[in-house]
């Protein structure tokens, strides 16, 4: 049986024209959007969604494109843009009875709440960014041998076809390496939720793929339009993040000081999944965030 969020009830909630999330849903008071990264699913929520929904209302999707959420074939390079993926997150929200909401995001779906953020600002009260860079500042800071822990952004960045061969043939190496590779508590993703995890990513290749190859192509565009114009997040923004910055010879901070005024930057102890292997610590910068 697949692990669930305890005290949580499961939706499917239509936020596009074909497109249904499945989502879930605890708790009650003002309402706290998570949304995962890869290669897992809302599940990875599941310490701090308990926590938070004492209370607030806590609403933790599937992105679409992974878990049990619709999986639409991407035809024009833009079915899984941020800007698409950040419309359904404020659809779902809406459909849910949520005009604002406060919105926290890791790895992936820490982009989709940073574009969230910057195309819907009137809807997002607080946001909060888990050990990512928006996009454009990624590929800036990706080079020379260092960069090789990002070589999965390279491979799904190339045209259709020979990624998704590729990764089809050993699924479960490819996700498992690294769920083990970016976990410094290996304990901390027990096997019943690797299993699922597992198996969530090898029935989506198609879709991860296209996450990916978007951010190498369409959501570069729409960073860039938004530095052009001096776009930034408007809310209080928090981000955890590891010591990368250090490891790859960049500044985080003032990478980061570029798209917030009001930041709150954080380098926190644990491994890139810090929701489950650190949740005392996420729940409690979130909180700090959600006081601000």
Request: glycine share 8%.
């Amino acid at each position: 049986m697949t692990p669930q969020i305890t005290g949580f009830t499961r939706q499917q909630v239509a936020v596009a024209d074909g497109v249904t999330l499945n989502v879930a849903v605890g708790g009650s008071g003002r309402p706290v959007v998570l949304l995962h990264g890869f290669p897992q699913t809302h599940l990875m929520w599941r310490h701090v969604a308990a926590d938070l929904a004492a209370d607030h209302l806590v609403i933790c999707p599937d992105l679409r494109g992974y878990g049990d959420s619709d999986k639409p074939v991407d035809t024009d390079g833009q079915t899984y843009s941020k800007r698409t993926m950040a419309a359904d997150v404020v659809a779902l929200a809406e459909a849910l009875g949520q005009d604002r909401f406060a919105l926290a995001g890791h790895d992936r779906g820490a982009l989709v709440a940073i574009r969230a953020g910057l195309d819907h600002p009137d809807k997002i009260t607080h946001l909060a960014s888990l050990d990512v860079l928006p996009t454009l500042d990624m590929w800036d800071v990706m080079h020379g041998a260092s960069a090789s822990v990002g070589f999965h952004l390279y491979l799904m960045a190339q045209p259709p076809g020979l990624p998704e061969a590729m990764i089809s043939g050993a699924a479960d190496a490819f996700f498992g390496h690294f769920l083990d590779e970016w976990a410094t508590d290996p304990t901390a993703i027990p096997a019943d939720v690797r299993a699922a995890y597992l198996a969530a990513a090898r029935a989506a290749i198609p879709s991860i793929v296209a996450d990916y190859r978007a951010s190498a192509t369409v959501d570069v565009e729409h960073d860039e339009a938004d530095r052009e114009a001096g776009n930034q997040l408007r809310m209080p923004v928090t981000v955890l993040q590891q010591d990368w910055g250090a490891a790859l010879g960049f500044d985080a901070v003032s990478r980061w000081r570029a798209w917030s005024s009001d930041l709150t930057h954080e380098t926190v102890s644990c491994g890139h999944f810090m929701a489950e292997e650190g949740p005392a610590e996420v729940v409690r910068a979130l909180r700090d965030l959600l006081a601000r």
